[in-house]
């Protein structure tokens, strides 16, 4: 069988499955779309979308697979019932064919029952583009009907700064190249910093592919790239996640309103008028008139928000000459913004307020959601102020002045909510040892340097997003540690304090191993350099009340870690019959650190 009636057959059988690939918003930390991308038959050479494609070309066939492709992807999107936005690819020599039929793909979508404000008509380059006056003719019509355009692979193809310049899309996809290890190379990382700066300026929403690792993934959403997708989300799946497991710790649920528990984003959504895509303009503009306090609407298609219309807009829009005559009963859909600010009504207000210092232009106004993309409300810039400025005016009532980190009162209430929420984790109670005879010795300005010394080595110490650091007086610090990692964790610490303590020092009493001064009964006595020590408790469901509870039971374990020689970390694992403190059977529970001697 031939190659072409290969893809005859394909053709006429319709043996094509659908794939679908999340799209995630790495600032808010939810999906935002879906990637659908085509697959010929399993068993056969065709299987690979570039050999399909190609082959199709050569056989005379690309037309009429673009348009089964578009069915299959659309059919099984709506089958799925996914949510959020849905990139099509499309090649642009179908897009600017002048014998291509027109509303075809938005017949599909009304058999679907999907909304052309859903789709972004995704342009693959699979060849250079000569004729950009068709093609902006063709990007125009798609608009028109309410896609969105985007923009694939730049930096990949044959003149992608040209095509942004000439099409100027909705979305631009950055190639791959420029994300994989990213975070080992300054010139990919240089390069996504202008492209993020020409984005802002154009307007355009950028989606960084290829994210594949962690690292790579923290430098992207650190550049401010809005977008990303890739391997470590997901890969292609014909049944495709809803909800990502490694965004978790970024976007929010459950856990993301530990620290900020009645200061999310959900507090401040307001009651707020909504329209549909379809209304008239001049049904939008006589809403504007009748309500003068009405500031703006949400467009909402199927619950979820996919534009918003603004009073100053609108108005100024309509005010111009013809614009009655021309767009009375056009939809609105066509006069909305498009890419209104979404915000995840569970995301803590510091990360809001920092998402919206980041943009060139803040609106009064924002759209909040759920956890699914639903509209919640609107929330307005004045009263998210306001809350930030309540929440930093009681931060620094219980801020420690000299390390500035939280103090026993956050400390206490980050406790209380794991325990309401059933989440294990480890109270980790660390204290120096020999500080006060350090203190009296050199002076507190160089007690003072040790503490902050301490603060900064624990600090980095977090590595979960729900990790927490409070400082609860003099030398003592409390670290609570929410991962798997927490023994690691805290063995980082020592080995850290260990190598830094002698910098503290002068050098005869470095050489000495310690310092000779009066201990609390007026003696001369001799002290060993610093060292920490670490009382750790496990906390898991129901095995304690309150944080009262807890904080006795780290002071305990504290106190039995510094009657150990040097740096040292004490595990309780008191057993529930006879309160003994007891160690871990398979490891050692104390790790005494050598005294560093000259």
């Not at 540690?481 to 910098?503: H, I, K, N, P």
């Not at 904080?551 to 970390?569: D, I, T, Y």
Request: aromatic share 8%; glycine share 8%.
């Amino acid at each position: 069988m031939t190659t072409c009636q290969t893809i005859e057959c394909i053709l006429a059988r319709g043996e094509l499955h659908a794939l679908f690939q999340p799209v995630v918003a790495l600032q808010q930390g939810g999906i935002m779309g879906y990637e659908g991308l085509i697959r010929g038959p399993s068993d056969s050479p065709l299987h690979a979308p570039q050999k399909l494609l190609a082959e199709a070309a050569r056989a005379g066939c690309l037309f009429e697979l673009d348009l089964l492709c578009r069915r299959v992807i659309l059919a099984r999107f709506a089958e799925l019932g996914l949510q959020g936005r849905l990139f099509l690819n499309v090649n642009p020599d179908v897009l600017a064919d002048r014998n291509a039929v027109h509303g075809m793909t938005l017949q599909l979508l009304q058999e679907n029952g999907i909304a052309a404000e859903q789709v972004v008509i995704e342009l693959t380059e699979q060849q250079p583009i000569h004729e950009y006056d068709i093609m902006r003719e063709a990007v125009r019509h798609y608009r028109e009907m309410g896609f969105a355009i985007a923009l694939d692979d730049l930096g990949a193809g044959y003149s992608c700064l040209r095509h942004w310049s000439e099409l100027r899309p909705d979305y631009v996809k950055i190639d791959m190249h420029f994300v994989q290890n990213v975070h080992n190379d300054p010139v990919k990382r240089h390069f996504l910093h202008s492209i993020r700066e020409i984005a802002h300026s154009l307007g355009t929403r950028l989606i960084a592919e290829g994210i594949e690792t962690e690292a790579e993934y923290e430098v992207v959403r650190s550049l401010e790239i809005p977008y990303g997708q890739g391997y470590h989300f997901a890969r292609p799946a014909a049944n495709p996640p809803r909800e990502l497991r490694c965004l978790v710790r970024h976007r929010g649920g459950e856990m993301s309103r530990l620290r900020h528990r009645g200061e999310t984003v959900a507090v401040l959504a307001q009651t707020n008028p909504t329209t549909s895509p379809e209304q008239p303009l001049g049904t939008t503009v006589s809403r504007f008139q009748a309500e003068p306090g009405l500031h703006c609407l949400p467009v909402i298609h199927d619950g979820c928000p996919v534009g918003i219309i603004r009073r100053h807009d609108i108005l100024a829009l309509y005010s111009q000459r013809f614009s009655r005559e021309l767009h009375d009963r056009s939809p609105i859909r066509f006069f909305m913004k498009r890419d209104p600010l979404l915000v995840y009504q569970d995301q803590p207000l510091e990360h809001l307020s920092e998402t919206l210092t980041a943009r060139d232009t803040i609106d009064d106004e924002f759209i909040i959601i759920d956890g699914d993309g639903h509209y919640v409300g609107v929330g307005r810039l004045l009263e998210l102020l306001r809350r930030i400025t309540a929440l930093q005016v009681r931060y620094a009532r219980y801020a420690n002045p000299l390390t500035q980190l939280p103090g026993s009162v956050p400390v206490n209430e980050h406790v209380d909510r794991l325990i309401e929420l059933g989440a294990p984790f480890v109270v980790a109670y660390c204290d120096l040892d020999n500080f006060k005879p350090f203190n009296d010795y050199y002076g507190y300005a160089r007690g003072d340097q040790v503490i902050c010394a301490l603060g900064e080595i624990l600090r980095e110490a977090q590595e979960e997003t729900e990790d927490f650091l409070g400082h609860v007086g003099g030398d003592d610090f409390i670290l609570v540690l929410t991962g798997t990692e927490w023994r690691r964790q805290c063995r980082t610490v020592l080995d850290r304090f260990a190598v830094s303590v002698s910098g503290f020092y002068d050098e005869p009493e470095r050489r000495m191993g310690g310092i000779h001064t009066l201990d609390r009964r007026g003696e001369e006595c001799f002290f060993p350099l610093l060292s920490l020590s670490i009382g750790a408790v496990q906390v898991q469901s129901g095995s304690f009340r309150s944080h009262l509870e807890i904080s006795q039971r780290a002071s305990e374990v504290k106190c039995r870690a510094k009657a150990e020689a040097g740096n040292a970390l004490f595990l309780d694992r008191r057993t529930a019959r006879d309160g003994t403190l007891t160690g871990i059977s398979s490891e050692p529970t104390c790790l005494p650190r050598p005294l560093l001697q000259p």
